[in-house]
């Protein structure tokens, strides 16, 4: 991971207005899972996504290339894996899988800063965080969604034909929310429904 | 629904004090009072389903929703009604029929997006209490005899200055015109005295739906939370996807539509607050 590590050291990873960064934000994430799977047993299921809009042109096209080039030559020095799908709104999900969420999150956090040295940081959508709980493993998925817009983590537990299990969802948002900045209006909880992970 | 049964009153009234000015007897009166409210009662669920833009829908076009009207139905014996859909993002549901057997539930799309299937089981469950208890026919009579009351008032009332009347001759004009405003004011004071018995059995009602949504579904809870989100207390968890949003670039803006146009629609129940305050007590002792 040494190779993340510097990638994420030797550039200037900070957000000219000042905010609290991505990446600060991705990695409580670490402790939240504890955390989650203490209190709700939800475990965290080794598979994550990023997703951020396409965009045309020679330059979007070098950025993915530049990631391309990064993932693979970091997956020489970790397990973490990972592919590309473009979805039917127009979307580049970059699928990730890892048995340790902390190598998961250097590599979204990498990828977002060759992302943002690009300036193509409003295309970030979302990342999303794959949880289970281990007792009822016929069970849908739940996620917690990191919103890039909103800096904030929010909770999405996909039922079949797009519902939600709000009540889970509720939970998960009362177990977290002491560790994580999360977003307290649920009106924009907004759901990802159809991805690939 | 019960607002709009009240303005058809009110357009009873006035005919019908019109028809009296005319001079039409008592008999052919009666006859047309008598037919209006009945047309009322017998086409009051196809004047619902028309104006709300209901549609009625099969087993196999929304096998959810019936399957969860049949359970409901089965565990309370109650006789199968039949089920509409209305396609609006405004959460909201209503129960029509003049019997229990031809009675419509209809939902609308809006609500089955914001409410789990639990507290759509308990939204469904009031609805059909309503049926059980026949409110419909309740509230038909109600307007029913307020619209009597006022008929005998007014004949008492109008026959009484006619007569009078007619002892001047030449004064016949003047004073049949007063004895129209005369007329009009009670009966319009006739129906705001209705117009009120009406909403406060309205309310009676609705607190009564509430306790049979409760024993049939047993979770006052669920009700309770739907209650809520129904009339925007309770944010709702959104169903549309985050791309879609994305490309409306509505992110940041708030949704304007949520509490008060709901609040308009309740007008004619309980508030809120206090329905969920009955519901909660029933939950607690449950027990």
Not at chain 2, 272 to 283: A, D, F, H, I, S
Request: net charge positive; proline share 3%; charged share 20%.
């Amino acid at each position: 991971m040494n190779f993340i590590f510097r990638r994420l050291g030797n550039k200037n990873y900070h957000n000219t207005n000042g905010h609290k960064t991505d990446s600060d934000a991705l990695f409580s994430l670490c402790s939240a899972q504890i955390t989650l799977e203490t209190n709700l047993d939800l475990r965290y299921t080794g598979k994550a996504a990023m997703s951020l809009k396409s965009v045309s042109g020679r330059f979007f096209t070098e950025a993915v290339a530049e990631i391309k080039h990064f993932l693979d030559v970091s997956k020489a020095e970790s397990d973490l894996s990972y592919r590309m799908i473009n979805d039917s709104y127009g979307y580049l999900w970059i699928i990730f899988e890892s048995s340790k969420i902390e190598d998961i999150i250097l590599g979204i956090s990498a990828v977002g800063q060759i992302i943002h040295d690009r300036s193509f940081a409003k295309q970030l959508l979302a990342a999303l965080f794959q949880f289970s709980n281990r007792k009822n493993n016929n069970d849908a998925n739940q996620y917690l969604v990191y919103n890039y817009t909103l800096n904030k983590f929010y909770p999405f537990a996909p039922l079949n034909k797009n519902k939600r299990d709000d009540k889970i969802e509720r939970e998960i948002m009362k177990t977290i929310v002491d560790e994580l900045p999360v977003e307290k209006d649920v009106s924009l909880w907004y759901p990802i429904w159809n991805f690939a992970i | 629904m019960i607002l709009s049964f009240a303005i058809l009153g009110l357009l009873y009234i006035v005919f019908l004090s019109v028809l009296a000015y005319i001079g039409l007897g008592f008999l052919p009166i009666t006859i047309i009072a008598f037919i209006m409210i009945l047309a009322q009662w017998y086409f009051s669920d196809k004047i619902v389903l028309w104006s709300s833009g209901a549609k009625m829908v099969t087993t196999d076009q929304f096998p959810e929703l019936h399957n969860l009207v049949d359970r409901i139905v089965a565990r309370n014996s109650l006789p199968k009604t039949k089920i509409a859909i209305i396609n609006t993002r405004m959460p909201n549901a209503f129960a029509t029929g003049k019997g229990p057997k031809s009675s419509v539930v209809a939902v609308t799309t809006g609500l089955m997006d914001i409410l789990n299937t639990e507290e759509l089981e308990g939204v469904i469950a009031h609805e059909l209490t309503h049926i059980r208890n026949r409110d419909v026919l309740v509230l038909t009579l109600a307007s029913l005899f307020s619209t009597v009351a006022w008929y005998l008032m007014q004949f008492g009332f109008y026959g009484g200055l006619y007569s009078g009347g007619m002892g001047y001759g030449s004064n016949r004009n003047n004073n049949s015109a007063g004895a129209m405003i005369i007329v009009i004011a009670v009966a319009l004071l006739t129906w705001v005295v209705s117009f009120l018995i009406i909403r406060a059995i309205s309310r009676y009602r609705e607190f009564a739906a509430d306790r049979g949504s409760a024993q049939m579904t047993g979770k006052p809870v669920e009700l309770a939370n739907a209650l809520m989100k129904i009339s925007g207390n309770m944010k709702n968890i959104p169903t549309r996807d985050l791309r879609q949003e994305e490309g409306l670039n509505a992110f940041f803006i708030i949704p304007a539509l949520s509490g008060s146009t709901i609040g308009n629609l309740f007008s004619t129940h309980p508030p809120v607050q206090k329905r969920v305050q009955k519901l909660m007590e029933m939950e607690a002792s449950m027990g």
